[in-house]
């Protein structure tokens, strides 16, 4: 019988924690979709306190777009240093995480 071991142990990327953060006083839902998370809103749903909003992930080292569903609408991160335009016809933000030094 021919056994196949992966010894290969290498430790994979970095994580660094990130916060996503937005303000919506009468928003019901938040959620951020992005490239981290193939663009699935409900895996990352935003915390609430008193209209501000959060959610804290870990993301490796990389650039990511993404947006926020606010209420199942889709708009860009309001305090995004870059955006980029999306195949329908808005913007997606854009993050940068630097590795963790």
Known sequence: M??????NNAPGPQLVPVRFEFTHPTAR???VAGTFNH??????????????WWKE????????????VVDGQWMPDPRAKETVDNPFGGKN???KVSPKT
């Open 2 to 7: 021919k056994h196949n071991h992966n010894h």
């Open 57 to 68: 992930t870990n993301l490796a080292p990389g650039t990511y777009e993404y947006c926020f």
């Open 93 to 95: 933000s854009i993050l």
């Open 29 to 31: 839902t938040v959620c």
């Open 39 to 52: 663009w699935q809103p409900e895996a990352k749903t935003l915390h609430s306190s008193g209209g501000s």
